[in-house]
Every structure is written in C-alpha cells, then in structure tokens.
C-alpha cells in the first residue's frame, strides 16, 4: 500500500501529487480546445503557493485534543497546514476555483487517521460528547461541497481521514462476497481483490482518487454500471458507525421483509454516520475482453442503435454513446502515429466520413 501523502491529489487540481498531464504526442488537442471554448490556452494560470492560502488558526478546546491523544498515535492526529488545506475542499470546479485563488473560507481545524472501527467509534462518540463537527473523507474526490466546513459556525471541525483503513478483509469465493474496509481507494481495492481471481466491477470516472466507502456514501455510478449495477447494487451489508451505535446490517443477496436499511445508508453523504465496512457482491475477472467502437452519422442512430441493444438483450460491460463534441475531443486526444501510412488513412477516413457519408461533424 502506499503511503498517506502518495495516495493523495493535488491540493490545486486533479492527480497525484508530481502528475502531470503529457500532451506533447496529441498535436490536435490544444487546437481544438481553443477553437471550442476560445480561450487563451497559451496564458498561464498557476494557483498561489501553498503557503500562501491563510487558515483560520486552530480553533481546538485543550481538553478534546488531549482526549483524541490519548485514543490516538501522533501520526494519527495532524494539525499541519498542508493537510487542512488539502482537507477544506473537494474537487468541483468551484472549489479548485477558491482554493487555487487562496479563498480558503473554512478549514478542518485537525485531521485524524483512524485504522479500525473502534478507533472510529471512539472518535464519533467523543466529538459527540464534546459538540465538535466531524466530516468523513475519503479520496477528497467529493463535487457536491460536502467537505465544506462553512456551517460549522465557530464549532470545531475534525476531518476523518478514512483512507489507512484500506483493506480487503474476506473473499468468499463461494457466495462471490468481499468484506471492504470503506477507506480502500479504487486501484489499491482491485489489486487486492485480483488475488482472489474476482473484481468488483465498479469503475467510475474518480475510481483512482475515491474509496469504496465514498461510492457507498455518494450512491455512485461506474463505467461497468451497464453490466455489473450501481453501487447499491452491490452492496449486500454495512457497518455505519452512528452517534447512538453502531448500525450492522444483514450480509443476505435479497430480502422479503421490511425496510432496507441498506439503502437508508446509501447516498447519505456522510450525515448520518460513518461508513466503516461494507459486504459486497463481486464477480470473476472476465477471462478476455473485446473492444468495439462504432461511428454513427448523427446522434439519433447512435441511440437507436443502443435502444436495440436494450431490447433485445444485448448488454456490454461498458456502452457510451458519445455526442460530436465529445467524439471531436477523442479524435484531438489521440496520439499523433509515427507512419505516414497511417496518417494517410486517418485522413482518407475523416474524408470519407464528413464530406461523402455527410456525417455529424
């Protein structure tokens, strides 16, 4: 597994920290994205220092830091600039927006990593008891402001960092189930899951920088969803740790009786409680895979294409049907080919496809 600071993105932007993206082989991209949106792409626009963002000092009682130490180690428990900056937003364009602009409103005033259910349920009861807020974390992926500390109105605010709990507990290769810590992000899941032969099959566009436990919360949906279901699909049980207890719900494929407090759970977006553990339902790693693509000539016969895959029966692990513009970027996004032959033929098709079959451009 890699380390807290590896498995975090960039305080500014998407991405790891020291990614960035190379597009020095995908000659047409720049092109086109200023052509689209008739921007300036030449013009740079870097995000202030670091050290430049002003927090809020630590607004922290003695006697509730004092009582989170002695639950927890020192590298549990962090008040490091750093850290409550990359904790204060999530990734929606408003946020990257306020954060690369050093307009930090409201900050986390500790961050704290548990690495087990019992260190969650002590830290829930004690910001109970001491009417401290707490904000769940996952990956930091969030786009709906729900790491937004603005309404916590002089409160202190811890943010639980979820992602040490990060384990796959059980395989069942039986009953085709895996017991998942909620704090395991996407790739770090699969490759543990990949030992037992089994996927989970839920991919969405954040699979790299979201946690099981942020799917479940956000009643998320993934690239594989055609085929394998949502996320609450999948989900069999939960473990949601709750100021008044400890929810457990039945680790059972279907039930005839009652509510389903699964799915009150599910899409709670981390205010009812804490997700801890998740039972899901997994599959075997297909034996082989088989990409397709398909040009159609305008966007009603793409979906009437796709209305007949429905009908009879007909369903992909992943079917996208993307629009022109969407199409234009995947053509500006390929990489340039080295054979003269084959930029021929990409011309020839291009050709073909607009000027003789009158394609949508």
Same mark, same amino acid.
């Given at each position: ?11 500014? =932007? ?5 990614? $960035? ?25 870097? !995000?202030?220092?670091? +050290? ?8 922290? +009682?003695?006697? &509730?830091?004092?009582? %989170? ?31 690369? /602009? ?9 961050? *704290? ?17 001491? /009417? *401290? ?8 992926? /969030? ?16 943010? @639980?960092?979820?992602? $040490?709990?990060?384990? *796959? ?16 992000? =996407?790739?770090?899941? #699969?490759?543990? @899951? ?6 989970? =099959?839920? &991919? ?14 956000? $009643? ?18 939960? $473990? %949601?740790?709750? !100021? ?17 407090? /699964? ?6 977006? =981390? ?19 088989? !990409? ?15 209305? #007949? ?19 234009? %970027? ?30 949508? !451009?």
């Amino acid at each position: 597994m890699q380390k807290d600071e590896q498995r975090q993105m960039k305080w500014w =932007g998407w991405g790891a920290e020291g990614t $960035r993206l190379d597009v020095s082989d995908k000659p047409g991209l720049w092109p086109y994205i200023q052509k689209t949106l008739g921007i300036d792409i030449f013009q740079p626009t870097p !995000p202030v220092r670091l +050290e430049d963002i002003k927090l809020s000092p630590v607004h922290v +009682e003695p006697t &509730f830091m004092s009582a %989170l130490k002695d639950l927890l180690r020192d590298d549990q428990v962090s008040t490091d600039h750093k850290q409550r900056v990359i904790h204060s937003y999530g990734k929606s364009f408003r946020d990257l927006w306020r954060m690369r /602009n050093a307009l930090v409103e409201a900050s986390p005033d500790v961050v *704290v990593y548990p690495e087990d259910e019992a260190q969650v349920v002590a830290i829930v009861t004690l910001c109970d008891q001491m /009417n *401290v807020v707490l904000i769940p974390f996952g990956g930091g992926s /969030n786009i709906v402001g729900g790491l937004d500390a603005a309404q916590a109105k002089g409160r202190t605010v811890v943010s @639980l960092d979820m992602k $040490r709990m990060n384990k *796959v507990l059980q395989v069942d290769s039986d009953s085709m189930t895996a017991t998942i810590e909620a704090g395991v992000l =996407g790739p770090d899941m #699969e490759e543990q @899951l990949k030992k037992s032969g089994v996927t989970l =099959g839920h &991919f969405p566009d954040s699979f790299v920088h979201s946690t099981l436990g942020g799917w479940i919360a956000t $009643r998320s949906a993934g690239m594989q969803s055609d085929k394998y279901g949502k996320i609450e699909d999948m989900v069999l049980s939960i $473990r %949601l740790v709750t !100021p008044k207890g400890t929810i457990v719900t039945r680790t059972v494929p279907k039930s005839a009786s009652g509510i389903n407090i /699964n799915h009150l759970c599910i899409g709670s977006e =981390g205010v009812l409680g804490v997700i801890t553990q998740a039972t899901m339902q997994v599959h075997k790693i297909p034996a082989c895979r088989h !990409p397709h693509g398909y040009i159609f000539p305008n966007w009603q016969s793409g979906v009437a294409a796709m209305r #007949e895959c429905v009908d009879q029966g007909l369903i992909p692990v992943v079917s996208r049907l993307n629009d022109p513009m969407k199409t234009g %970027l995947s053509f500006a996004y390929k990489a340039e080919s080295s054979s003269t032959v084959a930029k021929l033929v990409s011309k020839l098709i291009k050709w073909y496809m607009f000027s003789v079959r009158k394609f949508d !451009p």
